[in-house]
């Protein structure tokens, strides 16, 4: 799906790759709404990738496999996400493991929330696990 902007006077493309999967295997699940993400972009590389994993996908032996899956597609310096209650899409909603990715002529920054609140309380749970399994750059 392609998207244009005018900002300043200057036309953005911004192209959008959406997959959802339903599969109970972690690591089948990742590689599944990843291709299908990709295929929704094309030829066109993409820039960023988030994906939300259900609670399903528990600790980061799960997550770790579902992050491989997606790595099996996608470049894994551009891979972000976090766990939550069901991934949702504009196709359903419910499923296991739910991608965005994200391409054109947008540049993209990144930043890293704590997994940790006020005096060593969860903040909210969100990232828990995945920042377990979180990629490095070296």
Same mark, same amino acid.
């Given at each position: 799906? =392609?998207?244009?902007?005018?900002? $300043? &006077?200057?036309?953005? %493309?911004? #192209?959008?790759?959406?997959? !959802?999967? +339903? =599969?109970?295997?972690?690591?089948? $699940? &990742?590689?599944?709404? %990843?291709? #299908?993400?990709?295929?929704? !972009?094309? +030829?066109?590389?993409?820039?960023?990738?988030?994906?939300?994993?259900?609670?399903?996908?528990?600790?980061?032996?799960?997550?770790?496999?579902?992050?491989?899956?997606?790595?099996?597609?996608?470049?894994?310096?551009?891979?972000?996400?976090?766990?939550?209650?069901?991934?949702?899409?504009?196709?359903?909603?419910?499923?296991?493991?739910?991608?965005?990715?994200?391409?054109?002529?947008?540049?993209?920054?990144?930043?890293?929330?704590?997994?940790?609140?006020?005096?060593?309380?969860?903040?909210?749970?969100?990232?828990?696990?995945?920042?377990?399994?979180?990629?490095?750059?070296?």
């Amino acid at each position: 799906m =392609a998207l244009t902007t005018a900002l $300043a &006077g200057t036309v953005h %493309a911004l #192209e959008v790759g959406v997959g !959802l999967s +339903e =599969a109970k295997d972690a690591r089948a $699940a &990742g590689a599944d709404a %990843a291709a #299908e993400a990709k295929a929704a !972009l094309g +030829e066109v590389a993409p820039k960023l990738v988030l994906v939300f994993n259900c609670m399903d996908l528990k600790g980061p032996d799960q997550i770790g496999e579902m992050l491989a899956g997606v790595g099996s597609v996608f470049d894994a310096s551009i891979v972000y996400g976090c766990t939550g209650y069901a991934p949702l899409t504009h196709c359903a909603s419910g499923g296991t493991v739910g991608l965005l990715a994200l391409a054109g002529d947008v540049e993209i920054t990144t930043a890293v929330a704590a997994v940790e609140g006020e005096d060593g309380h969860q903040a909210c749970g969100v990232g828990y696990h995945i920042s377990a399994c979180a990629v490095v750059e070296k």
